[in-house]
């Protein structure tokens, strides 16, 4: 299984950006979006179960992001609106058979390499 994001770049601060994760190798239930800021733990940012009524979002980011998922291209997304400095941080995609702890970085079982978001003000 492998999982490739991208679209990261370098913003200013009320800019958009789309990430995108491509999956291959393997299908699974729960997608999530997670990030990490220098010297700061990974945070969750958003997951979303293969239908679109399971959807969770982190407080710090509700009404800015947004997350979908193409089943078909086996791909999950993050659009980013009304970007903000401490949003900047290395974005990471991540896959789980589940979604029982969707915040839980330990309950996704595959990982993708990160894209890195700067946002300045």
């Known amino acids: 299984v492998q999982l490739q994001a991208s679209g990261g770049g370098a913003v200013q601060a009320g800019d958009s950006l789309r990430l995108s994760c491509v999956v291959s190798?393997?299908?699974?239930?729960?997608m999530g979006w997670f990030r990490q800021a220098p010297g700061k733990e990974r945070e969750f940012v958003a997951a979303?179960?293969?239908?679109?009524?399971?959807?969770y979002y982190a407080d710090s980011v509700k009404g800015r992001f947004t997350i979908s998922r193409d089943n078909i291209k086996n791909m999950v997304y993050l659009q980013m609106n009304s970007l903000k400095p401490e949003d900047t941080a290395v974005y990471y995609c991540?896959?789980?058979?589940?979604?029982?702890?969707?915040?839980?970085?330990?309950?996704?079982?595959?990982w993708g390499q990160g894209t890195l978001v700067t946002v300045s003000s």
């Open positions: 991540a896959a789980a058979p589940g979604l029982a702890q969707w915040a839980v970085p330990l309950a996704y079982d595959y």
């Open positions: 190798g393997g299908t699974f239930y729960g």
């Open positions: 979303a179960g293969r239908g679109a009524d399971t959807i």
